[in-house]
């Protein structure tokens, strides 16, 4: 069973920067995706970054381009998720996700891809 664990929020003023990091367990397969995911209060869920093992594709959302880096460490099995610049509608809880297997580019950001989820960590950016 593949279990994920997210670590690395806080709080932040604008224009810092967090690393977010997501550690996964009990992943056979080398063809999954991680995608890393944010819901802000009163909001939806909305796909932040993905990143494809197979091929390392990325994927970002237009609102953290330039700003947001996803990596992906094979020997670790963990995710990253470096944030710089931030701003406070970056403020929110940030989720990891796990897929085994190949999603297609344009549903990389797509939370209905995912199966596995982690917890939570909460980012709070001020101004």
């Known amino acids: 069973e593949v279990q994920l664990q997210a670590s690395g929020g806080g709080s932040v003023q604008a224009g810092g920067s967090l690393r977010l990091s997501c550690a996964a367990s009990?992943?056979?397969?080398?063809?999954?995706?991680i995608g890393w995911f944010r819901q802000a209060p009163g909001s939806g869920r909305e796909g932040v970054s993905a990143?494809?093992?197979?091929?390392?594709?990325?994927y970002y959302a237009d609102s953290v381009k330039d700003r947001f880096t996803i990596t992906f460490d094979s020997a670790k099995n963990t995710a990253y998720l470096q944030m710089n610049s931030l701003r406070p509608e970056d403020t929110g809880l940030y989720y990891c996700?796990?897929?085994?297997?190949?999603?297609?580019?344009?549903?990389?950001?797509?939370?209905?891809?995912?199966?596995?989820w982690g917890h939570g960590t909460q980012v709070t950016v001020s101004s």
């Open positions: 996700a796990f897929d085994i297997g190949h999603i297609t580019y344009t549903r990389m950001l797509d939370e209905d891809e995912y199966h596995f």
């Open positions: 009990g992943v056979t397969r080398d063809a999954i995706t």
């Open positions: 990143f494809r093992k197979w091929d390392a594709v990325t």
